[in-house]
Each structure stands twice: as C-alpha cells, then as structure tokens.
Nanobody, 121 residues
Framework: QVQLVESGGGLVQAGGSLRLTCAAS????????MGWYRQAPGKQRELVAA???????NYADFVKGRFTISRDNPWTTVYLQMNSLKPEDTAVYYC???????????????WGQGTQVTVSS
C-alpha cells in the first residue's frame, strides 16, 4: 500500500515562509516524479511545482522565483519551500507522485491527504 504523508502547512502572514514535506512509504520500487498541487475554495486543483527522477523541475508561473521544489536522495521525500507568501497562495496543498510500487507493476499516480496553507494579509 503506497502512502504519501504531507506535513508543514499552517497559518502565516503575507511575506512569510513555509516548508511543506511529503514522504512516500518506503515499501516501493521506484518514484518517477513528484509534485505539489493546490486547490483553493471554489477553484480547480492546479499544479504548483513538480520534479522528475532526473531532477528536472517545473513551476507554475505564479510561484516562479518564490517557491522551490526539491527532494532527498535516495528519493523518498519531496519538499516545497514557499517564500514571499501571498494571501492568494491560500489553499489546500496536495502531494502527487508517479510511482512503480513493484518492479512489475504499472506506474500509478498517488495523492496525499492534503495540508492547509493559509496566508493572512
């Protein structure tokens, strides 16, 4: 059973920083990509940032220069360092991962349970 466990959300004032962490269960074969999405009330879930097995990164325009995605090695955890936070960054942030659970399984996308980030003005 693959699990993604997020932590690090909370309440912060505008201009502040938070660091989100997403840890994958260790009983997996391979992680091919991980990313962070967010969903604000009444809005669709949107990509914030992603990182691939080769350490390539991709950021949404609205976080470029403010957020940084990184991972550990060997890869079980992904981080999202969020600086210069704005009230419009308020949302539930979800971790997403494309994982091969075993050497013979098909790659599958998994989601974490979400962590609330609230930025006050």
């Amino acid at each position: 059973q693959v699990q993604l466990v997020e932590s690090g959300g909370g309440l912060v004032q505008a201009g502040g920083s938070l660091r989100l962490t997403c840890a994958a269960s260790t009983n997996i074969f391979s992680i091919n990509a991980m990313g962070w999405y967010r969903q604000a009330p009444g809005k669709q879930r949107e990509l914030v940032a992603a990182i691939t097995r080769s350490a390539g990164t991709n950021y949404a325009d609205f976080v470029k220069g403010r957020f940084t995605i990184s991972r550990d090695n060997p890869w079980t955890t992904v981080y999202l360092q969020m600086n210069s936070l704005k009230p419009e960054d308020t949302a539930v942030y979800y971790c997403n991962a494309f994982i091969l659970a075993t050497p013979i399984s098909r790659g599958t996308y998994y989601w974490g349970q979400g962590t609330q980030v609230t930025v006050s003005s």
